[in-house]
């Protein structure tokens, strides 16, 4: 069974910086896409960014274009997500996650089957 197991998160300043780590284990799959996604109380779950798992093709949200970074290694099974020039709207709580399928918007949360637990990020003004 694949298990994805997050680090990296915590409580910064506006303007801060955070990075978050997620690697799969287990009996791990070829991962067509890999993303983060972002949940607030009450509103829908968001990718803020995701990448093919050959790296070709890569997706953020408009909102955090030029301050988020994805990147990731398809071989050791692990994405990453680097936060600079933080906002106090970029609290939330973060998920990585897989996708087995070569198909669908990378921006979709349907088209992933693995979920990290969840990590929380808070940026104070």
Do not use: H
């Not at 284990?25 to 829908?44: D, H, I, L």
């Not at 990585?96 to 990290?116: I, M």
């Amino acid at each position: 069974q694949v298990q994805l197991v997050q680090s990296g998160g915590g409580l910064v300043q506006a303007g801060g910086s955070l990075r978050l780590s997620c690697a799969a284990s287990g009996r791990t799959f070829n991962s067509y896409a890999m993303g983060w996604f972002r949940q607030v109380p009450g509103k829908e779950r968001v990718c803020v960014a995701a990448i093919a798992g050959n790296g070709g093709s890569i997706y953020y949200l408009d909102s955090v274009k030029g301050r988020f970074t994805i990147s990731g290694d398809n071989a050791k099974n692990t994405v990453y997500l680097q936060m600079n020039s933080l906002k106090p709207d970029d609290t939330a709580v973060y998920y990585c996650a897989f996708s087995s399928l070569d198909y669908g918007r990378y921006d979709y949360w349907g088209r992933y089957n693995q979920w990290g637990q969840g990590t929380q990020v808070t940026v104070s003004s």
